[in-house]
């Protein structure tokens, strides 16, 4: 079996238009969420998202391109471009393209173009409806697009888990490279989903949080939470095996050590509320990583900042870890800054747990002043900590009963 590691990162969050602007503002306990300013709000409940700050499409890809190509999709350009070119740009990775592949989902895909669609068949008939509807609406288009842009001829698959989509992208790439199927993928998720469709359903399914006040929005593990907060971006890692990875002299992040993915076969919106399975999942990643029982260890939580998935994720961490160690370890949530960007969040938090593996930074948890006592782990409240890191995990719970995590190791091999 081959070792996997990540050796480049590309990211488009609430935080910043790619990954080392991310990553600062991370660290700092930015908050990324504010009022919603891509539509006129009125109508509903809730006001507040991650948005993207000054993104212009036409900053990153040529305008031809924009018609062919949904906005979640973009945003899987967007990053790809970053994290290939971290990674030293195609001829230095130096992997041929029937080799390379591209494992990018997203939870919701076109919502944005399939809304468009239907409101233009409803008033002006079948005749007007784009050409390009089909091909921007599917979920596999964000890993074509990436695959055609830089030719990657391996296996090319979008993962589709609803939130858990990117972590599980990452998971099964580094599956498949372990496996020999592949000598390079890049991996992670991508979401646009900030639309008043998609807003209204998650309001009527009793998702998301009501408050108006972002510093009040988006609490994981607070006695206060309500409901998370919808974020939009994009977080793609390049993976390559190690061996090549160390010839070329490649700057390693994280080597992707363990990889554990369950289903609650429960609900189709609220997690098992025992965790068994979840705690299953993060019990397989850390036993394929060799990490189990270790004390030097950072989660980057799922984290929503909804009343069932926090308290069920700190029953899941002392399950898999036993509850002596899982008080031990660091734990934080980064939608606390940048909200719940749904299928590009596996992606994004993966970085982030790569990141502070690298550096020993751990991004704080903001807005946790009022622990739950349900939540009783430590979730670094208020302030990142520098910590002495052997290994990280990271997390991510979808509807559906899908459970993912990702287990890593520091980069040096």
């Not at 991310?22 to 300013?37: H, Q």
């Not at 036409?58 to 971290?86: G, H, N, W």
């Amino acid at each position: 079996m081959n070792r996997v590691v990540i050796t480049g990162i590309g990211a488009l969050t609430p935080l910043g238009n790619d990954a080392p602007t991310t990553w600062k503002n991370a660290v700092a306990g930015t908050l990324g969420i504010g009022p919603i300013t891509r539509f006129d709000d009125a109508d509903l409940k809730t006001h507040v998202a991650g948005e993207l700050k000054d993104f212009d499409p036409l900053d990153y890809l040529e305008r031809s391109l924009l018609r062919k190509a949904d906005l979640f999709a973009q945003y899987a350009m967007v990053a790809a471009d970053e994290a290939i070119a971290d990674a030293g740009g195609l001829k230095a990775i130096g992997v041929g393209p029937e080799r390379f592949g591209a494992y990018v989902g997203s939870g919701t895909g076109g919502i944005n173009t399939f809304y468009d669609n239907v409101v233009t068949i409803h008033e002006r008939g079948p005749s007007r409806v784009s050409p390009h509807f089909i091909t921007n609406m599917i979920i596999n288009m964000a890993a074509a697009h990436v695959a055609m842009r830089f030719d990657l001829q391996g296996p090319c698959l979008p993962i589709v888990t609803a939130c858990a989509t990117g972590t599980n992208a990452i998971g099964e790439a580094f599956r498949a490279i372990s496996a020999g199927q592949a000598d390079a993928i890049i991996a992670g998720g991508a979401e646009a989903a900030l639309h008043p469709l998609t807003f209204a359903g998650f309001i009527n399914c009793q998702a998301l949080a009501l408050a108006d006040d972002p510093t009040q929005a988006s609490l994981p593990f607070d006695e206060r939470r309500t409901g998370f907060v919808i974020g939009e971006g994009a977080g793609l890692v390049v993976l390559e095996r190690a061996d090549r990875a160390q010839a070329r002299g490649a700057h390693i992040y994280a080597e992707v050590a363990g990889y554990g993915t369950t289903c609650d076969a429960y609900h189709l919106t609220a997690p098992n509320p025992e965790a068994t399975t979840a705690g299953r999942a993060v019990a397989l990643a850390l036993d394929e990583a060799g990490l189990a029982g270790e004390e030097q260890l950072y989660i980057n939580a799922h984290g929503t900042g909804t009343p069932l998935n926090d308290a069920m994720e700190t029953k899941a961490f002392k399950l898999a870890l036993g509850d002596q160690l899982a008080h031990k370890v660091l734990i934080s949530s980064t939608k606390s800054m940048m909200g719940h960007t749904l299928g590009a969040a596996g992606g994004i938090e993966a970085i982030m747990a790569a990141k502070a593996l690298e550096t020993g930074d751990v991004p704080p948890t903001i807005g946790l002043s009022d622990p739950d006592p349900e939540c009783d782990l430590d979730y670094v409240p208020g302030q990142a900590r520098h910590a002495d890191l052997v290994g990280a995990l990271s997390t991510s719970f979808g509807f559906g009963g899908h459970n993912a995590c990702l287990a890593l190791r520091k980069g040096a091999l």
